[in-house]
Nanobody, 123 residues
């Protein structure tokens, strides 16, 4: 049984930083494609960042240069370092896994999801 548990959300002022964590069980963060997604109120869910089996990363244009995705294979955990936060980054953030793994361009079947952690950025 796959379990993904996010933590680290909260409230911060614009320009601030925050680090999200996701502890995984039942799936290897090294073998899977692991992604961070977010969904703002009234908007569709979007993929923020992904790290694939080969540790190649990819980011949404809206966060490129500000967010960094990483993983710790020894802790089987995924992270999202967020800097220069903007009010438009306010959303529920989710950790997700595509167990098939491979190159990030091939990872589209994210079947395992965490419960989410709220990030609120005030201006």
């Amino acid at each position: 049984q796959v379990q993904l548990v996010e933590s680290g959300g909260g409230s911060v002022q614009a320009g601030g930083s925050m680090r999200l964590s996701c502890v995984a069980s039942g799936v290897s963060v090294r073998g899977a494609c692991m992604g961070w997604f977010r969904q703002a109120s009234g908007k569709e869910r979007e993929r923020v960042a992904v790290i694939d089996t080969y540790a190649v990363t990819n980011y949404a244009d809206s966060v490129k240069g500000r967010f960094t995705i990483s993983r710790d294979n020894t802790k089987n955990s995924l992270y999202l370092e967020m800097n220069s936060l903007k009010p438009e980054d306010t959303a529920m953030y989710y950790c997700a896994a595509d167990r098939r793994g491979g190159w990030w361009t091939e990872c589209r079947k994210y079947e395992d999801w965490g419960q989410g952690t709220q990030v609120t950025v005030s201006s």
